[in-house]
């Protein structure tokens, strides 16, 4: 069966960094666009960052230019590097996929306090 395990997250400071992994078993994951949202307390659930099968990256405008997407298609993993985090980037991070039948992992909590 479909899974989606995430890893990585846990207690920063701002202006600190963490790489989210997403390891997927039980799809061909090459073929497949994947994502990344988040969930802050009391928010809704919101695309962080997408990638395409072939490379191709769109972030949510408040992470451009500090969060990555990265995929590696040999070892069915999906990264979120996160940089110069803030505060507001606190959330329970999960990743995601579309096969025809929507896909989440349990999600990593990122808390980003000083």
């Known amino acids: 069966q479909v899974q989606l395990v995430e890893s990585g997250g846990g207690l920063v400071q701002p202006g600190g960094s963490l790489r989210l992994s997403c390891a997927a078993s039980?799809?061909?994951?090459?073929?497949?666009?994947m994502r990344w949202y988040r969930q802050a307390p009391g928010k809704e659930r919101e695309l962080v960052a997408h990638?395409?099968?072939?490379?191709?990256?769109n972030y949510k405008d408040s992470v451009k230019g500090r969060f990555t997407i990265s995929r590696d298609n040999a070892k069915n993993t999906v990264y979120l590097q996160m940089n110069s985090l803030k505060p507001e980037d606190t959330a329970v991070y999960y990743c995601?996929?579309?096969?025809?039948?929507?896909?989440w992992g349990q999600g990593t909590q990122v808390t980003v306090s000083s």
């Open positions: 995601n996929a579309w096969t025809g039948v929507n896909y």
């Open positions: 039980g799809f061909t994951f090459s073929v497949y666009a």
């Open positions: 990638i395409t099968t072939t490379g191709g990256t």
